[in-house]
Nanobody
Framework: VQLQASGGGLVQAGGSLRLSCVAS????????MGWFRQAPGKEREFVGA????????YYADSVKGRFTISRDNAYNTVHLHMNSLKPEDTAVYYC????????????????WGQGTLVTVSS
């Protein structure tokens, strides 16, 4: 499975941005996909995840109510809709895919895409 993330950029605080992640390869084996982020000097942080079969989602408390993950199974794509962005949301955002069955709250993933940078200015 290969993952390609896109959509990052510069946005003002309070603004919105949508990230996309397109999966290719053995996409039929994908069980769920997730988003992570890593700010400069900080460890990678889980953002949220979505189940490919039923669309169930799970979010970190830091983004709950502001970020939404959606999926388009026909195009093997997931989107991260980010609203009410804050400067502390500035980070490189990564998408990941899991082909093993696990609870949605698990942060163990099998495949990773390259990151896309999101910068939120104050």
């Amino acid at each position: 499975v290969q993952l390609q993330a896109s959509g990052g950029g510069l946005v003002q605080a309070g603004g919105s941005l949508r990230l996309s992640c397109v999966a290719s390869g053995r996409t039929f084996s994908i069980y769920s996909m997730g988003w992570f982020r890593q700010a400069p000097g900080k460890e990678r942080e889980f953002v949220g995840a979505i189940s490919f079969s039923d669309g169930l989602t799970y979010y970190a408390d830091s983004v709950k109510g502001r970020f939404t993950i959606s999926r388009d199974n026909a195009y093997n794509t997931v989107h991260l809709h980010m609203n009410s962005l804050k400067p502390e949301d500035t980070a490189v955002y990564y998408c990941a895919a899991r082909t093993t069955i696990a609870i949605l709250t698990s942060t163990r993933y099998d495949y990773w895409g390259q990151g896309t940078l999101v910068t939120v200015s104050s």
